[in-house]
């Protein structure tokens, strides 16, 4: 998405969120035992940084982000049927930046997926409304042992 990208993730393990340096009480996460991963969003807009931490039953899933100047209300309702078939982990919304219009969500699937491979022919059919679309996938980060 050129320079801009509204959000940074990783999948890490939950028994290495101890080894961070950051206390976060995720024993409050219900059924937390069921979920040995966690999926860590991180948006920095201006002067703060936020943190979106969701269990994960996988260790990778996928990241779809979009951009394009002219996008109406009847795209955003074709994009909305194509994701209606998957489950959305997150959504950063839309975002007005420079002009162009970003919107970025996080997919609970892997590209190792058969689902995958609709999700990209969906995306196939409308790739020349957007400026770009961009599939990734986000694994997991090895983390440092000190």
Do not use: W
């Not at 206390?23 to 966690?38: G, H």
């Not at 919107?103 to 999700?119: G, P, V």
């Amino acid at each position: 998405m050129g320079k801009f990208n509204l959000t940074k993730a990783y999948v890490q393990r939950v028994n290495d969120l101890s080894i961070t340096n950051f206390k976060i009480p995720i024993l409050d996460i219900k059924e937390l035992e069921k979920y040995p991963f966690l999926l860590v969003i991180q948006s920095v807009i201006e002067n703060n940084i936020k943190l979106s931490i969701y269990p994960l039953k996988k260790e990778k899933i996928i990241k779809v982000s979009l951009s394009g100047f002219n996008l109406t209300d009847k795209i955003f309702e074709g994009l909305s049927k194509i994701l209606r078939g998957f489950q959305v982990i997150h959504t950063s919304g839309v975002i007005l930046i420079e002009k162009r219009l970003f919107y970025e969500c996080y997919l609970n699937i892997s590209m190792s997926e058969e689902k995958t491979k609709n999700l990209k022919a969906s995306f196939n059919k409308i790739k020349n409304i957007f400026e770009e679309i961009k599939i990734e996938e986000i694994g997991l980060k090895k983390i440092e042992k000190k």
